[in-house]
């Protein structure tokens, strides 16, 4: 299967502050990738599609001012959360989309964002 | 919401063959089922996906009914290791198949 990375793999920040989360492929062109955020004891929530050299297609409810999305490359995606607040504490997941003739998503290891 | 049906939770003796069932009733006839596994505050694992017919790999094997209306992923032999949050998930392949999670089935592999 594919390897994705995340970085960073935890972060703490002040309310108001923004973060930037990255998510690599490490070893296949990701044309698209996909972002997701998982509350505790929830299960995970797709937040928006990432495509490289476009716009990000966010779901319904999710803000795409707050959760910015830039797919530059096609190993990088990045999710910057501007000016976090509490309720933004969360575990963000990307995937991407291995095309081959399976077209499987894999996963990262998760970004743990803690708002304080 | 999710297309799909799975019991909260379910035990396994360890060495024994654990079966998780899925129930897909509105699986349309191009979407794949999928199977991921979360083991706590890890990124979901892909495990096994299959269209019509019965698949097997190093991990597992799939199980599809005929009607592709319910399916069942088999772990031979499950470890202590196995312990995790397994999610069937139907959807379309590549680009398009966005994966919607369900709250999926808690397995716990007991010594």
């Known amino acids: 299967g594919a390897v994705v990375s995340q970085h960073p793999s935890w972060v703490i920040c002040k309310s108001g502050t923004s973060v930037k989360i990255e998510c690599r492929s490490l070893?296949?062109?990701?044309?698209?990738m996909f972002w997701y955020r998982q509350f505790p004891k929830q299960s995970l929530m797709l937040m928006a599609t990432?495509?490289?050299?476009?716009?990000?297609?966010?779901e319904q409810g999710v803000e795409k001012d707050k959760f910015l999305i830039n797919h530059a490359s096609l190993t990088l995606s990045t999710l910057t959360v501007t000016s976090a607040h509490p309720e933004d504490s969360s575990f963000y997941i990307c995937?991407?989309?291995?095309?081959?003739?399976?077209?499987?998503?894999?996963f990262g290891p998760g970004t743990r964002l803690t708002v304080l | 919401d999710a297309k799909t049906t799975q019991p909260p939770s379910m035990d396994c003796a360890e060495g024994r063959a654990a079966n998780l069932p899925c129930n897909h009733s509105?699986?349309?006839?191009?979407?794949?089922v999928y199977w991921y596994r979360q083991i706590h505050s890890q990124g979901p694992q892909y495990i096994i996906h299959?269209?019509?017919n019965n698949e097997t790999n190093e991990m597992a094997s799939l199980i599809i009914t005929e009607d592709r209306k319910s399916s069942t992923l088999i772990l031979p032999h499950a470890t202590l290791r196995d312990t995790a949050v397994y999610y069937c998930?139907?959807?379309?392949?590549?680009?398009?198949?966005?994966?919607?999670f369900g709250q999926g089935t808690t397995l716990q592999v007991k010594p």
């Open positions: 990432s495509n490289e050299g476009s716009k990000a297609t966010y």
């Open positions: 995937s991407e989309v291995v095309e081959t003739s399976t077209d499987t998503q894999y």
């Open positions: 509105t699986i349309s006839g191009n979407e794949y």
């Open positions: 299959g269209l019509k």
């Open positions: 998930i139907v959807a379309f392949g590549g680009n398009t198949g966005k994966l919607i």
């Open positions: 070893d296949f062109q990701a044309t698209t």
